[in-house]
């Protein structure tokens, strides 16, 4: 009886030592996805329509450069353009789609993925020439803000 009882308990803590950090490791957000929300969350006290003389106050996270990919940008060819690679990457399969990656010190800080629709939030940085727009901590960012139907359009004043 006694020997049931210390292989059920050894059992039980094997269970609680292994499944705990399994548990842990499986439900924690990645850095990119924690400061994806904040961003958007930063965004809530705007209503309606405005313009924003510089969007970088409102970014609630360290960042140096910020890269809008166009539609159908290939993973190895935003991995070479950032320089790092990471794994939750995913390529747009539609024009109206985002891919928009924050880094800072060659590190992916936040990303940006999906339809507007969906995150409540979209960018128009411009027209692309070649497969990524670039803009940096550096320059000043004006953005007209729209709002349609629940989502949130930044389109970059130039």
Sequence with gaps: MRKKRNLILGLICMIVIIGIPTFVHYTKKDVWEINATNL???FQPISGDADIEDLRPWIPFEWDTLYS???YTTKETIYQTIGYKW????ETVNEGMNQIVFVDDSK???YLF????HSRIGFNLGEYE?????LTTEQKLPFNITENNGVRYFELIK
Aim: net charge neutral; aromatic share 14%; proline share 9%.
């Design 130 to 134: 070649g497969s990524y727009i670039k």
């Design 40 to 42: 958007i969350k930063a």
């Design 69 to 71: 990919f166009s539609p």
């Design 108 to 110: 992916v800080v936040c």
């Design 114 to 117: 999906g339809y507007p629709e």
């Design 87 to 90: 794994s939750d990457i995913s």
